[in-house]
Each structure stands twice: as C-alpha cells, then as structure tokens.
C-alpha cells in the first residue's frame, strides 16, 4: 500500500508539472493552477480506474489520487506557481 501511494505521488507530480508547462503560455493565473492539476488528476483517475490489467473497471478505485493530486496543488498553491510568471527574469 505504501508503494502505491509513493507511485501515486509521482505520477501525479509528473502529469502536473507536465500539464502546467503545456499551459506555460496562458496567463489564467488560479485558473491556470486548477486546470493543471483537474487535467493531472483525470488523468491518474482514468489510468487507475480504466487501465486494471483484468479487464474490469474500478471506478471508485481512481479516488486514492485524490490525496496526492491535492498535495501537490496545494504546494503549488502556497509557492506561487499560480502568480504571473515573468519570461526572462
């Protein structure tokens, strides 16, 4: 259990980071915090909840990203990620 909520973590940090770069250009500054991080968490959802190896689909399954997703917004949320940017600075 403790494996699966350290591997969690990272794919979690991985699919925000990833999102938030993607979305380096627009200046939604919250907004562009929260669609990060709902796009990241969809993600490790449908992974979780669709991809099981037996071919069946645990739709309440994909709910323990919850916890780590919310981690990571909320270190975002605290170190600024969600303030402008400045380019070249």
Not at 73 to 78: E, H, I, K, N, S
């Amino acid at each position: 259990m403790l494996v699966f909520f350290a591997l969690a973590f990272v794919a979690t940090l991985v699919l925000s980071r990833a999102a938030l770069w993607l979305m380096r250009r627009w200046d939604g500054g919250m907004l562009r915090l929260w669609a990060a991080h709902l796009v990241s968490f969809a993600l490790c959802y449908a992974w979780f909840a669709f991809g099981a190896f037996d071919g069946q689909v645990y739709l309440l399954g994909g709910v323990a990203y919850l916890l780590p997703q919310g981690a990571w917004l909320a270190v975002d949320f605290y170190g600024g990620k969600g303030e402008r940017e400045e380019i070249g600075s």
